[in-house]
């Protein structure tokens, strides 16, 4: 995969930033909930550490601005499906202008949990108008990578009744009903997220990474592809075995 | 493509807009008491009073965390929730609902701070397009005098601080509200701005209100599809 250098944004520049001066890396780690990117992501922070490269974790909702705001507003029963978006966009916004950019500026590792395709893919799933939430979000950086760690609604459902052991109002869709009660609203909910991230994966050019493996097998390859990014492949590459 | 979102509701919208000072809440208020006093069904929003939102803004504000962006997206996040939650369902159940600032707001002020255009644009696509919007029109003198004279002290944002136009709040706010002007006249047709010479006394610009609204929205009202006290109007169906 090309690497755009310098990066670029989507559509429409951030007013003050000169992309020009930003020499980190931005690494995105996307997938529904509860597929496991927090765990491979806190990995990814200790080796690429040891390897000597500052690293800055963020991810959807950790803003200074929004983020008290957000939870709040989920907690009560209000929250309507624009409202939404725009407020997650205010968080990433936040969190661009305030920590990924500077971070990139002083040569950091940005690893982030989630990016736009989350708050997209959540907004599409409920019914959102795909052109509008692209521009949008048109002001996000174009990442060097998005590994994109996918599951079906079966392993999704699994990790989290084997796992936390109840379905969150939220990761369930809740507020638009998709179904009667919690599980049926969730499976609904999610495949029509997984349905959105898959249809996201060709045009931002994820690197797709199946997360039904086990955990470590997760974290080598994406080990692997980030390698890659900092270590690319010189112009003759070895002929391999078909 | 459409800018806005058209109204396919009973109800209908009627928005002000103008620079600070110009008198449009004044007029708006009056607007809305003579509405409902002819027994028809008004709702009223202000921009920037999401109570979802209000505790981020403020935030916000005190702490001087806003860049332009944030600060666009933080009253888009206002009104799409007062949208959702209150201006839709009220044009549903066919109430007038009467706004005190618009999107238009954003597209002057936010395209001042340094905002790009065409996406602050895109963002207020799923407002919906008011029926009447209603723009007072004022000379930045008058309005700065009313402003000025009447109120203890400009807060930082809305003197347009943040963009460093002069360190005296005073002139800043002067250079602020003179640029916002600009923009609210460079779209005033493209719009379909209704014109209020806000120089004008306030009995005559509410009269002229109130006249534009009868032209523009007499049918709608006289047909009985504006929700209304029982036996105020014959619905001739």
Request: charged share 25%.
């Amino acid at each position: 995969m090309p690497i755009p250098n310098p990066l670029q944004f989507y559509s429409e520049p951030l007013p003050g930033v000169d992309t020009a001066e930003l020499q980190g890396k931005l690494i995105v780690i996307e997938g529904p909930d509860t597929v496991g990117r927090s765990t491979q992501i806190s990995r990814l922070r200790v080796w690429l550490e040891q390897q000597g490269h500052a690293v800055l974790d963020t991810g959807l909702a950790r803003s200074a601005l929004a983020s008290g705001g957000i939870a709040k507003a989920k907690k009560g029963n209000t929250l309507g499906p624009v409202t939404m978006t725009l407020f997650y966009a205010t968080d990433f916004a936040d969190r661009l202008e305030n920590e990924i950019v500077p971070a990139l500026r002083a040569g950091f590792v940005v690893l982030t949990d989630r990016y736009i395709f989350s708050l997209m893919a959540r907004g599409l799933a409920r019914s959102e108008d795909a052109s509008w939430l692209e521009k949008v979000a048109g002001f996000a950086l174009v990442p060097h990578a998005v590994y994109y760690l996918r599951a079906d609604v079966p392993s999704l459902v699994s990790r989290v009744v084997m796992g936390r052991g109840n379905f969150d109002f939220w990761e369930s869709g809740m507020d638009m009903r998709f179904g009667p009660d919690m599980y049926e609203s969730y499976v609904r909910y999610q495949a029509r997220v997984i349905r959105a991230l898959d249809r996201m994966a060709a045009k931002y050019e994820f690197t797709t990474i199946d997360a039904s493996n086990p955990a470590d097998m997760i974290f080598r390859e994406l080990q692997r592809h980030i390698n890659g990014l900092f270590h690319p492949p010189k112009k003759r590459v070895r002929a391999r075995k078909a | 493509m459409p800018l806005l979102t058209p109204n396919r509701f009973k109800g209908k919208l009627i928005i002000v807009e103008g620079i600070d000072g110009s008198g449009k809440s004044t007029q708006l208020s009056l607007l809305a008491q003579w509405l409902r006093s002819q027994g028809l069904a008004v709702a009223s929003s202000e921009w920037n009073s999401s109570p979802l939102v209000r505790e981020t803004t403020r935030r916000g504000k005190k702490k001087l965390m806003f860049t332009p962006t944030t600060f666009s997206l933080i009253h888009a996040t206002d009104f799409a929730d007062r949208q959702e939650r209150f201006i839709l369902p009220m044009l549903k159940a066919g109430a007038i609902v009467c706004a005190d600032r618009f999107a238009y707001t954003a597209f002057a002020r936010d395209v001042v701070r340094g905002v790009s255009p065409r996406w602050v644009r895109n963002l207020y696509k799923f407002a919906i397009e008011p029926n009447l919007a209603f723009y007072f029109r004022v000379p930045l003198e008058v309005a700065l005098g009313r402003i000025l004279g009447g109120r203890d002290s400009i807060k930082y944002y809305e003197a347009g601080m943040d963009l460093n136009l002069s360190r005296r709040i005073e002139e800043s706010f002067r250079l602020f509200q003179g640029r916002i002007l600009e923009e609210y006249e460079g779209m005033a047709q493209e719009m379909g701005f209704h014109v209020i010479d806000a120089t004008g006394s306030i009995e005559d610009q509410q009269m002229e209100m109130r006249r534009i609204v009868m032209e523009q929205l007499g049918e709608a009202i006289a047909s009985g599809q504006i929700l209304h006290k029982e036996g105020t109007f014959r619905a001739n169906t």
